[in-house]
């Protein structure tokens, strides 16, 4: 054991990350504890409450009564767990929750994973292998990035695209010819940047190449398009040539990720997806609680939901313009200042906390090295008093770390 432990502190992240946690021992904000939540999303750490800028419950569902009482009408129906892989049986909670989720989506069919990560990794190996071609956006989240690792591992080939650039997923189809299937796989919404791509391009080169696009629409779920059905919708009115992921743990505020499909590749990435068949599956209580969510966002609720959300985020990116801080994204929740180097982006996380603001200060590898940046996540129940006070406190710390305040491009 204690081999192992000693030859995994010289691998270079953890020797690395070990180096910042040495350098930042009350600035590091990894690993966070939180003791309480109040309401507001306020939190409690330790002795000290902050407002919670880094939930990724953006509609705020996660405090919604009706959500909690599905969730124990699921335990009261279920009991804690389905208790074995799907492969081998289904309650008909899943069977319920996928059906209304295509019917949300405007899909023939839906299929539940754990998460959006074991989404990732098991049916992009699944659906490319030798002789086919699997094209990534050079930054998509590492699950996608994993699950290319496998297929590749089985035999597929790899190739890149530049996130913003049809030009490059052009020439990386063209260059890879022939192949004899191509799946483009890309985020929906940069989770780092909060950036949205090309869809549209994308979506016409792919089509041009006989390709289709697998997008990982983790962070649009819920918040893009009409009645949150996520960017593919919005970006290209139909999703007939798109397999569409989506999560249930974000804006959703339940637990899991789905793809939404035809009928016929639900029923092979069923056959295909390792994580669908060698694990185990969304818990009771939360498939329960989807038909809850998925009521409220086809509702006239739905709206002034929405609503209160964008003019949060109106009220967060206008007032980052008039200080002229540099923002990527500024048209979903995500909201990111590039501040560059690690140790300002860090001390910048620290000194809002003190302020009693908590946002997420990413810094390598999480985003390319001196591309650090603080995270701020906009929720619909963020009172518009935090959200001026968040700037307020961005104000004093634009005079300590002076980030750039050149606007380096958003969506
Ligand atoms: C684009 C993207 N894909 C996948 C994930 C992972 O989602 P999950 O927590 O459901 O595994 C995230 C998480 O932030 C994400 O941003």
Redesign the pocket.
């Known amino acids: 054991m204690r081999r192992l432990a000693e030859v995994l502190r010289q691998t270079s992240l953890v020797r690395y990350l070990g180096h910042l946690e040495e350098q930042f021992p009350t600035g590091h904000l990894k690993d966070l504890l939180i003791d309480e939540v109040g309401p507001d999303r306020m939190i409690r750490v330790g002795d000290r409450w902050v407002v919670n800028f880094g939930s ?1 419950s953006f509609l705020g569902l996660d405090q919604d009564p009706r959500v909690h009482d599905a969730l124990l009408r699921g335990i009261r129906r279920w009991g804690t767990h389905s208790g074995a892989s799907r492969a081998f049986a289904s309650i008909r909670s899943n069977a319920e929750a996928e059906d209304r989720l295509a019917r949300w989506l405007g899909t023939e069919a839906a299929l539940i994973y754990p ?4 989404a ?1 990794l098991g049916a992009l190996p699944g659906l490319v292998g030798r002789s086919d071609l699997l094209v990534v956006e050079d930054q998509a ?1 590492h ?2 990035q994993e699950g290319a690792k496998i297929a590749r591992a089985g035999g597929a080939r790899q190739a890149a695209f530049s996130q913003e650039d049809p030009h490059s997923l052009e020439h990386a189809l063209q260059q890879a010819r022939p192949y004899r299937c191509a799946v483009v796989a890309l ?1 929906g ?1 940069s ?1 780092m940047s909060g950036r949205l791509p090309p869809l549209a391009e994308l979506d016409a080169v792919a089509r041009r190449h006989d390709a289709i696009l697998y997008v ?1 629409d ?2 649009g779920t819920g918040v893009l398009g009409p009645r949150g059905r996520g960017i593919v919708p919005e970006a290209l009115g139909s999703l007939d040539n798109v397999l569409v ?1 989506g ?1 249930l ?2 804006a959703l505020s339940c637990a ?2 789905f793809i939404g499909c035809t009928g016929e590749f639900k029923r092979l990435l069923k056959i295909r997806s390792s994580t669908y068949i060698f694990g185990g599956p969304v818990p009771p209580p939360y498939l329960e609680a989807i038909c809850t969510v998925l009521d409220i966002l086809d509702s006239e609720e739905y709206q002034p939901l929405r609503d209160r959300l964008d003019r949060n985020i109106r009220r967060l990116t206008e007032g980052l313009a008039r200080f002229g801080l540099a923002v990527l994204g500024s048209l979903v929740p995500i909201v990111c200042i590039l501040v560059g180097g690690e140790e300002e982006t860090l001390e910048a996380g620290r000194l809002l906390f003190e302020r009693g603001y908590y946002v997420q200060s990413v810094a390598f590898p999480a985003v390319p090295y001196h591309a650090g940046v603080l995270r701020i996540q906009v929720n619909a129940n963020h009172s518009p008093e935090a959200i001026d006070g968040l700037l307020e406190a961005l104000v004093g710390l634009r005079e300590l770390i002076s980030p750039p305040r050149r606007p380096v491009g958003g969506s």
């Open positions: 990724d998460s959006v990560m074991l990732n989240h699950s996608i985020d919404v989770s990982d983790a962070h992921v999560s743990s974000k899991g990720g």
